[in-house]
């Protein structure tokens, strides 16, 4: 059992670490213009196709990423530029709507340009050699992208920290975050600031939609929805608009999921002799199989309870006018 623990407390840091990249990218861009980019996990879709354009074409894995990565930051700023910024200041729902109608055009373009191509909607991911098969650590089983994706998703991340505090941009990225118009005041390059979040935020969900790929094995251009709906949920639980709670969100949703999978028929798990009939029966009516069936169910009634608790997330703070 204890090696069972083991094996899914790894699986969850690798999901949260995925999150945790995909709901920091939304944390600041939300942070800097109270946009809810929707559009953030098209982003996504889009780095997974450029890997496998770059992978199908013979590159190698050590220049098929930053090219894709480099693609995909290309994307964002675009979005930013002709999507985004012409509406800055705009209502909030204007800019909620705008943010689904580029997913839309991302989508669409998307599926044209493989039906151009010849390709099939569905389209099996050419996992890198590098990133494919296990590691056995003992008698624990560790896939090789699991150990990726946390250690890419603690370093990726770390560097942020560094330079959100350290780099004179990164400040000025967080005085945006406090007040946009008072940064602008005090000479801060407000389209500079928030073309820089684009960028991060779509350079994150790049190496989070390749690992995301190599992990589904499958790509189509709809694939985005559900990670950024994970990645919107993580975001709030941690608490919106702040990075810090961005990741702590992406490991609580990653435990919170690998959790309910993992206790879906733990009776039939346990070993014979390690509880009473009972007990063990008592487990199968209450953890049955069939829970991991409703393990998003389970995420969504953690969501309302924590903000039935904390409104403004685990580590958001309160804005002045709701606390009036």
Known sequence: MSEYVIQQIVNALSAGSLYALMAVGLAMVFGILRLINFAHGDLMMISAYLAVFFLGAGFPLEAAVPLMVLGTV????????????????????????????????????????????????????????????????????????????????IVLLGLLTLFVTRTTLGLSMRAAAEDLNAAQLMGIKVNRVVATAFAIGAALAAVAGILYSIQAGQINPYMGFTPVLKAFIAAVIGGFGSIAGAVVGGYVLGFLEVLVTSLAGIADLLPPGAVSPEVRTFLQQVLPSGLASYRDAVVFVVLILVLLVRPQGILGKRDREDAL
């Open 74 to 153: 290309a994307v964002g700023l675009l979005m930013e530029r002709i999507a985004y910024r012409p509406i800055r200041g705009a209502p909030d729902v204007a800019m909620l709507l705008t943010s689904f109608a580029v997913g839309q055009i991302l989508q669409n373009g998307t599926l044209l340009t493989t039906r151009l191509a010849g390709e099939p909607t569905l389209i099996a991911f050419p996992s890198p050699e590098a990133l494919s098969g296990v590691i056995p650590i003992g008698a624990i089983i560790v896939s090789k992208v699991n150990v990726v994706s946390f250690v890419a998703g």
